[in-house]
């Protein structure tokens, strides 16, 4: 059976959540919104869904959709209600990243001088309580040089030697997780850097080389697995028949 690397990713994605348990499962992008929902299906039926509006759902909406597309809503969840579950620990977000760097440094905020910056982006939004109140793991769809970078431009979520270099108290919940990407899965050194976990099959050390700006150890590095035949079932046919998954994922396997 033939295996797309969307497919790859998205098993990445839901063993994010493996061992999380009952806590509010948050991703940014179609192929960890499906992670999502295979870990629910699957290794952790415990997690708590969201539409992206108001409400807690048992059986999630089509991906992109809020509960008035579909799905059972389980209840009621009002903005400031979020905040109480991210201020408690309560959440597990997947972010993306315009910018990160190898301490995990994440820029969502604006690229250039903040002064004058070349490009506005979104803003700091939600990174930096994410990251210092819950575990945070990131999504990059198109792994490059403009992406993974020497230092980031602006701090939107904070990376691993700014936590440890804080005093106070306030970063004691602090925690990154992986970074997931088209070529492969990373994670961070004893020293809070990123280092390979797995490449994706198919995806060659010059490869990755060449798409990150700043060296990356690979002296552990492994295959990232293969969904089972259970867990492409249920992508292609339960979560993402349409295949929206390969629209966000440049290369197939």
Aim: aromatic share 6%; proline share 5%.
């Amino acid at each position: 059976m033939t295996v797309t690397r969307a497919e790859i990713c998205v098993g990445a994605c839901s063993d994010a959540w493996r061992g999380a348990g009952e806590v509010l499962a948050h991703a940014v992008g179609t192929v960890p919104s499906i992670g999502i929902r295979l870990a629910r299906l699957t290794h952790e039926p415990d997690l708590v869904v969201g539409d992206g509006e108001a409400y807690f759902m048992s059986d999630p909406p089509p991906l992109g959709k809020s509960a008035a597309a579909g799905g059972v809503i389980e209840g009621w969840a009002p903005y400031s209600r979020i905040f109480d579950v991210v201020a408690t620990g309560r959440r597990q977000s997947m972010m993306g990243a315009s910018q990160i760097d190898r301490y995990g440094n994440q820029n969502i905020s604006s690229i250039g001088d903040w002064r004058k910056p070349s490009r506005q982006l979104i803003g700091v939004r939600g990174a930096p309580g994410n990251t210092v109140n819950h575990r945070t793991d990131y999504w990059v769809a198109r792994h490059s040089t403009r992406v993974f970078v020497p230092a980031v431009d602006v701090v939107s979520g904070v990376g691993n030697d700014r936590a440890r270099s804080h005093d106070g108290s306030s970063m004691k919940y602090h925690h990154l997780g992986v970074v997931i990407t088209d070529l492969a899965v990373l994670d961070y050194d004893d020293e809070g850097r990123l280092k390979v976990r797995s490449l994706h099959p198919g995806v060659t050390f010059e490869e990755l080389w060449q798409n990150t700006g700043f060296p990356l150890d690979t002296s552990t590095a492994e295959v990232t697995r293969e969904p089972t035949a259970a867990e492409l079932e249920l992508i292609r046919t339960v979560i993402d028949p349409s295949g929206l998954r390969d629209r966000e994922v440049r290369t197939a396997t």
